[in-house]
Every structure is written in C-alpha cells, then in structure tokens.
C-alpha cells in the first residue's frame, strides 16, 4: 500500500483535526436534537424500540422472562424505559465523528467504523442487558453499575478501539492532509 | 321562690355545662402526632404516637388504631383493653412493637405487630372525628375513618429510620399540640423528622437518629428514599418528576445516560492522543 503524505504541517493537521471533530460532534447533537424537538423522535424513536427489542429478546434468550412493549421493557417487577441515550447513540457518535475526523483515507476511516461501529452496539447491548438484570434484582447496586462501572467501561472501550485503529493509521504513515 | 327555682334550673341546664372542662373524661381530643417505620438495623422497631389537646382524654379503653395498606383494604386494628392512667392535655399515647419498646427502652401503652406499609399505607385512630395519616401511593382515602387528605410524601412513602412527625408550630401555641394543627391533609400537616422521640403515657421517652438525613425534594441531590432529585439526569434522563422517574408503573427504572464527565473524558482524550500521533507520524 502506498503511503500518502501531505504537505500540510503537523500543527495545522492538529488544528483541522479538532476543527473537524468538534463540528462533527456539533453537527451530530443538532441532528439529534432536531429528531427529538422537530421530528417527534421518528429516528430516536425508531432506535429505541429497536434497540428495547433486541434488548429484551436477548434477555428472553437466556431464558429470563423480559417483555418488551415499544421503547418499555419488563422484567419481573420492575420496568424500564430505554431512551434515546440508552442506545448507545453518544458513544457511537463520538467515535464516528473521531474516526471520520482523523486525517486518514476514506478506506481506513470505513474501515474502522465498519469494524469499530457494531462492536461498540454489540458492548452496548450487554450493557444494557446486565444494568436492567441488576436493576430488577439487586436495585440498590443499579446506581452503582449504571453511574460508575458500565460508563468508565464503555468510554474505555470506544477510546481503546478508536486509539488501536488510529495509531495503526498514523503508524502505516497513511495520513492525508 | 318559685320563680327563684326556675331560673336557678334554667342556669344549671344551660350554663353548668358551658364552665364545665372541654369533654372531659374522653377520648377524642386526640391527633396521631408520630409515626415511625422502624430502622434498617430494626425494621420491626414501629410505633404510633397519639396525643391529647384537652385534659381528660385517657379513656381509650375499646378504642382502636387501625392500619391501612396503599388501596385502603385494612391490614390490621389494635384496640386498647384498658384506659391509660395520664389524662393531662398534651401527654401521649405510644402504640408500639415489642422491638421498638426494646430499641427506644421504654415502655409501650398498647402493643402492634411490624405492619406498616413502606411504600404507602395510612393509619386511623377512632377520635371523633377520627383522625388518619396516610403517606406514600397510598390510593384509598375513601376507604378510611376519616380523610388523610394528600398523602404524606407521595412518592417515597415512609423512610427507614425516619419517623413522619405532625407540624405543631402552626395555631395559637407553636410548641402545643391544638385542634387547628391538623388540616386533614398529610402532606401538610406532617414532615420528616430526622430524630424519632417516641414518649408513652408515663411520660418517658426515647430516640434515635438515622445517619442519613431526611430527603430535601428538589435540592439537586439524590438522598436516601429518593430515585432521582431535580438536574440529577443520569438516574432519570429528563424526566425526574417530585424526585421519582415518570415512567408509568410501580418501580420504574431508567437505564441512564452516558454522565457528561465521561462525554468530556472522551473528547479530550481523543484530542490529545490525536494530535501526539498525527505530530509523532509526521515528524517521523
């Protein structure tokens, strides 16, 4: 694979990188909040039903007795509403917007968001799985799973992945810019 | 001397019991003034407190407290099977269990079982006219002897190592239990008490403080007995209503959002190990 180098100075790539990651993060709270002002949640919406779904379909495959009703799920006594926050949406979004940010080929960032994306929904899932089992038997433990544990875990794991692919970029010397 | 007779009859009939003491030798003048759920070391440790707001009223003897589950359906009345022997305005009455008796160290006038619901319930004295407290989802004010009015903090019910205890500064008499200090509506007319001070009939008392303070609804700060209070978005995303989550049903939950600690943690991390690889990659 041949290297691409441009004649663009580190500080200046610097700068166009944090300028292309804080618009995308920008760009991508506005989307989300107009779905959410503007739209009636039809994108957020949709994610969360889907995502309460599989949620409580991945529960009942392991043989607990989850119901899920739109964006609800129940499991034994308690109820769980997943919002559109709960779907992993934020840590998605940064790291898409890191990923298409860094100044690399558009082959390298698909790459990356195509191995990168389905993992973080995949971790998401657990999670979402493990907090609604402990919210509906061991409630008392639910902040502390939910507040400290599942979220340093998820931000650890979106930061290793999208750090792994980046240094592989940079260090291949296949930067663009 | 006729006339003398008539008139002196017509005085005592009239007048006689106007100079006469307020009911005395009742029972009804009478408010629940405490009530107290037990501890977390001692959830069995319950008690009632009645009060008296006239002299007299120590003739409870058939009398009875009756506690009510959050639909109202009654969960059990303990009746008293003797007058108590201090009939002096103001002195009270302690309906408790054998555990609180053993917590507080002093002695209970009439004995109740562990039967308090948490989450929501009320209790009634059979006064005239009766008085009730009720607290929590409690739903059955109908179902009463009189009404509780808004239950006492609707969406947290009773607190272990709380007691709810009744507003007496309001009337004629702060420091004095009077009629007027019970409006027939719980969530006015009682508050947290952050020390539980049971007192029987003989006048001896007792306490106990809980390590954790009584919940303030709307201070930014989740406390014991509370799912959520005000900005504190991460239990309820936007919607924390009265320090519980909206969602429909009994013991909702949210699963929460990502905090914003860990949004700006990313961000800057990313920035930073970023702009180490693009510098080192092309000083390389």
Redesign the interface.
Known sequence: MQPVRGAA??NM??LR??LA?FGL?LLFSALVRVDIGLLDGVATGWLTNHAAAAVAAALRSLGLPAVDLGN?I?LD???????A??TGI??VG?FVA?TL???SRWRDRFKGLAIGVPALIGLNLIR?MS??YI?AHF?RA??YG??YVW??L??AA??GM??AW??SV??G?R?VG | MARRLFWSAIFATLCVPALAPPAFGSFHLMKIVEVFPGTSGSPNAQYVMLQMYSAGQNLVSGHFLRVYNATGGTVATFTFGANVGNGATQSTILIATAEAATLFGISKDLTMTAVLPLAGGAVCFDAIPADCVSWGNFTGDGSLLNTAGTPYESDYGLILGHAIRRDISGGTFPTLLEASDDTNNSAADFDCANTAMPKNNAGSSGSYTDGTPCPVCGNNVKEVGEVCDGTDAFACPGLCVSCNCTVAGVGALKVPATPIWGLVGFVGLVLLCGSVLVRRARSS
């Open positions: 100075s580190p790539l610097v990188f944090a990651f993060v609800q129940t006594a308690s109820r769980f509403e997943i919002v926050n709960c934020e840590i940064l890191a940010a860094f100044p979402m907090l609604i919210g409630a639910l902040d939910h507040l979220p340093m998820l931000l979106a930061l999208w750090l980046a240094r940079a260090g010397e930067l």
